[in-house]
């Protein structure tokens, strides 16, 4: 008989986790953006929160786009300098807007299923978190993005994170973004070549398999829908680096269908 095999860390079961592997160079890339973006926003007079929320806004950009395009990593490369230029222009917001932005990201994460694992109690605690988070702070089209992704998945489904969507904001909300409702805006008429079919050949991080064309389609059209909802209600400054992501994937489908016609 084989010996039992050791229990994984719980990080490594976590369909949430993914961790930076720096022998990428995607991943070098999205490092030395982040940290440049802030070393700009201060060299602009940007106080550390304001840098810093650049410099996350930047990062987050580049982490979502990997999740909508897992075949291609230059488009993330490219929505890197896209929402550092749209934080670094645009008026600072501060650490805030990062939490619509995170809980977004890892809700399209467990839709995508770019892990490779299921979620589990733990992910449903964490999405609820980042739930109560992005919801408390104004931002409720990213707190439905994190409680919705356990319903719209093949396993591990939980009505729990969706809870934290129905917390109603706890100070007024300063959601409006012109940089973020300008790139939602340019992203939006792009939706068809966001979210028609495509394959897709890259494996997952910790599964003996390929990341499921579906489960990628499914996030980019929840994707579409949470920036067409986020710039009619002004929760723009909280999406832009969904908005960035979205606009460097669809451009990127876009030219690819214009070559091959």
Not at 142 to 150: D, E, F, I, Y
Not at 214 to 243: F, I, M
Request: proline letters at 8%.
């Amino acid at each position: 008989m084989r010996a039992p095999s050791a229990p994984r860390p719980a990080a490594s079961r976590s369909a949430l986790a993914r961790p930076l592997d720096f022998t990428y160079p995607s991943n070098r890339v999205a490092a030395l953006g982040l940290l440049g973006t802030v070393a700009l926003a201060r060299l602009r007079g940007r106080g550390w929160a304001d840098a810093i929320g650049a410099g996350g806004t930047a990062f987050l950009a580049w982490a979502t786009a990997r999740e909508l395009d897992p075949d291609f990593p230059g488009t993330a490369n490219a929505a890197l300098p896209v929402a550092a230029v749209a934080g670094l222009v645009g008026r600072g917001g501060g650490l805030t807007p990062l939490l619509p932005a995170v809980a977004v990201l890892s809700g399209l994460r467990g839709i995508a299923g770019t892990t490779g694992e299921t979620l589990t109690r733990t992910d449903h605690l964490g999405l609820l978190a980042q739930s109560l988070a992005a919801a408390g702070t104004g931002g409720a089209v990213g707190a439905l993005v994190a409680g919705a992704a356990p319903l719209l998945t093949e396993g591990g489904r939980s009505v729990t994170p969706l809870m934290g969507a129905l917390l109603p904001p706890l100070a007024p909300a300063r959601g409006g973004s012109w940089t973020g409702a300008l790139l939602s805006a340019a992203a939006l008429p792009l939706a068809r070549d966001l979210t028609a079919p495509e394959p897709v050949q890259s494996a997952c991080d910790r599964a003996p398999r390929a990341v499921r064309a579906g489960e990628v389609r499914r996030a980019r059209q929840v994707a579409t829908l949470a920036l067409a909802a986020g710039l009619l209600t002004r929760q723009s400054r909280g999406l832009l680096p969904l908005a960035a992501a979205c606009l460097t994937v669809a451009a990127r489908r876009a030219g690819a269908n214009l070559k091959n016609t």
